[in-house]
């Protein structure tokens, strides 16, 4: 419970009407997208960066928890206030500050929608990589805070490669500027590369420097149907033995081809292709080669779209990460595990990036109906350690860590407890 | 809706609905409340954790909750495109209901859905009352409708909101000597008193199909405003009272042209005779007759939420305007997000309302259209005050709303 006092700093710094400490409001900043549940104290919604300065300071002041959040997508308690304290909302902070196409860069606020912003840098020419599945509802910051990024990683590479810089606010309120507008910054500590994926527990990111790349003119999705999920996993590495790097290669269970409206009964291998229309002309026919009987249709423009925005409406329950030449082993298995995921829960395996998640189709059923997460998802997660995912030796890498974090917030006030493990397998 | 759980056993029934939300967040891209106020408690996600929080007793009811509660347009854009399933409509009707056993309801509130709406003889005064005011001004209905809306701004929306035509029950005229389909014209309160005219096309295209037309004594509100409000036992007292009525009104079909009217018959349990929206009367049962004379416009349609994702009907009443000749239709940018008029919402939130509306009519008039088309008279009230701001404003955009029957009844009009 937070004093009278300080609801009433909270309330003189971002007014009356966007300090929240009604139970009513506390309990729906409560929860992201994980299982957990743990109420604030209080939901300010700041609308420029000095009002999140000055509640920082107060926060810092008295040793309140601090949780920044986005649109509350997190796959990992990012956004869930585990010791209470203050939820600090960027929903007041989303303008886009620049696009500028000369030197491929935009600036933006942190509470900028995904998708919006990469529709806006679109209609310039431009093009935004970092594609996770749930930028028709999460934000820039949210993006970045977890480093979320999404399967044209396989290509472009991860988020972390198209951050050029961020202005942040440190615990003790004081600011930041970190990198340079420009595409190549080389010397000194990268310290946007250590705050890109820090979940909130090294600063709050209140701008964003972000690269941007020309749009590529032509761009064909291949629908390549497979025996199975191993089967697609197998194709997606002949496609890149080949010499060939997709845009993006996902391969769906057989459910989940059927609800992405794929027109296809059986597992299937999503290929898409970017760059110049020759090129993508070119590198098709291979694919096509290699895909021998198994060639499939192909779509562009919305008919592809249509099946992507489908596989976005589709709530990840859990996800695994594998190094991409394991993964028909890995499928393999999954694909025995079959009785126990009931009924149509669908896979969506990153054939490029070898992330796995096992994802809620329309209509499934019992998706969330466990408070604690739901046995079937905890099974398929526990996977990521048998199927040799890299973890590091536990010293002294966590004794580093716990020196960086006490650096930057000596009082420990900025998102608590969140797990900073490298990014593995989190049962949801 | 057609689930009736709330009227017993409470919102504890509920509780698997709730844990079914696996808070994925997804209903923020959907929500037109959210993407004007951008809180947690105006998506769909906040109000079933409110939900859930108040079944596992981490909240205590309140008036607070309560408020979150109605801060929603009932449009169910986040039931048809939750991906767990979530019946968020089902969900938050049980919680309203529970929560107004729990905490009850501001005075006036409990006056217009009990006294009002659910008599008829007052709902009649009451449109006559509006009638009258609009020619003359009386200040006693002032403080009437003040009383209804409880918010200043609420009232000069009221007021503003008000179409310009008036009148009564229509004429029904003498049957036709071998009727194809005798029908029941279930003509909802706000076709009643705000829009007479559009009740009077809608027996002329009837009429025109070869059918007779009656109007059975006896029925009243459709009740979907009490569900909406919670009150269960008033709703199903209402459509005891419309079954009971239509049941013995030895009819083969009910016609309405009120989506929320429509979704609510469609979802009686002991009635025995179909229920039509109008469109889909005409177009998919009677096979509209072809009409001859042609309108040169060019109109935009907006789909309803209680008619397209209530009833499932998008394409009858796009049928029925393309069988105009010379009728131009366009289909308008997000033709079925809600308009934000929602039935109460607009005088309780008028702000909200108004931004979401704003997003409406600048999607059609972005058609170039010169009418918006929609087959629901609460759709056409909030987008028909949309369209006169934009025309006070000096912008260019569609000159009027209205309902598609009424621009058929002018197509079958002799010249």
């Given amino acids: ?34 299982h957990y549940t743990h109420t604030p104290d209080a939901v300010v919604v700041p609308a420029s960066t000095d009002e999140v300065s000055a509640v920082l300071r107060l926060a810092s002041r008295e040793r309140l928890p601090v949780v920044a959040r986005g649109s509350g997508t997190s796959l990992c308690g990012g956004a869930t206030p585990i010791r209470g304290g203050v939820v600090l909302s960027t929903a007041r902070l989303r303008r886009i500050l620049d696009i500028n196409a000369a030197r491929s860069c935009a600036t933006a606020e942190p509470g900028v929608n995904t998708a919006e912003f990469m529709r806006a840098v679109e209609t310039r020419g431009l093009f935004y990589p970092p594609d996770p599945s749930s930028q028709s509802v999460s934000t820039l910051g949210g993006n970045v805070a977890q480093g979320a990024g999404g399967p044209r990683g396989a290509k472009y590479g991860s988020l972390r490669d198209y951050v050029l810089g961020c202005d942040v606010i440190l615990a003790d309120g004081s600011r930041l500027r970190t990198g340079a507008n420009t595409v190549k910054n080389a010397s000194g500590y990268d310290l946007t590369r250590l705050f890109v994926g820090s979940r909130g527990t090294l600063c709050f990111f209140s701008q964003l420097r972000l690269r941007l790349l020309p749009l590529p003119v032509a761009r064909r999705l291949l629908l390549l149907p497979c025996a199975d999920l191993a089967a697609a996993a197998r194709l997606a590495l002949a496609i890149t033995a080949a010499g060939l790097l997709p845009s993006r ?59 992507w925005n489908q596989l976005q409406g589709w709530p ?82 966590e004794r580093l860590r716990r020196s960086l974090k006490s650096a930057f917030d000596p009082r420990g006030i900025l998102n608590p407890l969140v797990p900073l493990a490298p990014d593995g397998s989190q049962a949801r | 809706m057609s689930d009736h759980r709330e009227d017993g056993e409470g919102l504890q029934a509920y509780y698997d609905e709730a844990l079914r939300c696996v808070r994925c967040g997804l209903c923020q891209a959907v929500c037109p409340v959210y993407a004007v106020e951008q809180s947690e408690a105006s998506v769909a996600r906040g109000k079933v954790q409110l939900a859930r929080a108040l079944l596992e007793g981490r909240l205590e009811p ?44 501001p005075a006036v509130e409990g006056l217009l859905l009990r006294q009002v709406l659910a008599n008829p003889r007052s709902l009649g005064l009451a449109g006559a009352g509006l009638a009258l005011y609009r020619r003359s001004g009386l200040r006693w209905l002032a403080h009437y409708v003040d009383a209804l809306a409880t918010l200043p701004a609420g009232l000069a929306k009221a007021e503003a909101m008000l179409p310009s035509r008036s009148r009564s029950r229509p004429r029904v005229g003498p049957a036709p000597e071998r009727p194809r389909y005798r029908v029941a014209y279930f003509a909802g309160c706000v076709t009643s008193v705000l829009y007479p005219d559009l009740a009077q096309s809608v027996v002329a295209v009837l009429r025109q199909e070869g059918c007779q037309v009656v109007l059975p004594r006896g029925l009243g509100c459709c009740g979907t405003p009490h569900r909406a409000y919670g009150d269960a036992a008033a709703a199903q007292k209402l459509a005891d009272r419309n079954t009971r009525a239509l049941n013995e009104a030895s009819v083969e079909a009910v016609v309405t042209d009120c989506a929320t009217c429509g979704a609510g018959l469609k979802d009686y349990s002991g009635l025995r005779v179909p229920v039509y929206d109008v469109s889909q009367f005409l177009v998919e049962e009677a096979g509209l007759v072809a009409p001859r004379r042609p309108l040169a416009v060019r109109v935009t349609y907006h789909d309803p939420c209680h008619l397209a994702r209530g009833q499932g ?93 009424e621009l058929l009844a002018q197509a079958y009009a002799p010249p």
């Fill in chain 1, 249 to 307: 290669l996902e391969a769906l269970n057989d459910q989940a081809a059927a609800a992405a409206g794929a027109g296809q009964t059986s597992a299937i291998l999503l290929c898409e292709l970017d760059g110049s229309a020759p090129g993508v002309d070119r590198q098709a026919a291979i694919v096509a080669r290699l895909a021998g009987a198994q060639s499939g249709e192909d779509r562009a423009g919305e008919a592809a779209e249509a099946i």
């Fill in chain 2, 62 to 105: 309140s008036p607070a909750v309560r408020e979150r509660l109605f801060l929603c347009l009932n449009c169910g854009a986040c039931t048809a495109n939750c991906p767990s399933g979530v019946n968020v409509a089902k969900l938050m009707l049980a919680t309203r209901a529970q929560l107004l056993r729990d905490v009850g309801r």
């Fill in chain 1, 316 to 397: 990840t329950l859990a996800r695994v990460q594998v190094p991409r030449d394991r993964l028909p082993a890995l499928l393999a298995k999954v694909g025995e595990l079959g009785g126990t995921l009931r009924g149509d829960w669908g896979v969506v395996a990153g054939a490029g990036t070898g992330g796995v998640r096992l994802v809620a189709l329309p209509g499934t059923k019992d998706a969330g109906t466990e408070p604690e997460g739901s046995a079937p998802a905890a099974e398929f997660a526990a996977l990521a350690g048998e199927f040799g995912l890299v973890r590091p030796a536990a010293e002294p890498a």
């Fill in chain 1, 1 to 34: 419970m937070l004093s009278a006092q300080i609801k009433h700093e909270l309330r003189a710094i971002v007014g009356e009407r966007m300090a929240l400490t009604d139970p009513a409001d506390l309990a729906t900043y409560a929860y992201d997208a994980t």
């Fill in chain 2, 313 to 405: 009907v998008r394409e009858a009443p796009r049928r029925l305007l393309r069988a105009i000749p010379g009728l131009d239709l366009v289909e308008m940018a997000e033709a079925d997000r809600c308009c934000g008029g929602a039935g109460t919402f607009a005088l309780t939130h008028p702000e909200t309302s108004l931004r979401i509306l704003e997003r409406k009519v600048a999607n059609a008039a972005a058609t170039g259209a010169a009418i918006v088309a929609s087959g629901c008279p609460a759709c056409l009230l909030q987008i028909g005050y949309g369209l006169g701001r934009l025309a006070a404003g000096g912008q260019d955009g569609p000159r009027e709303a209205l309902h598609p029957v």
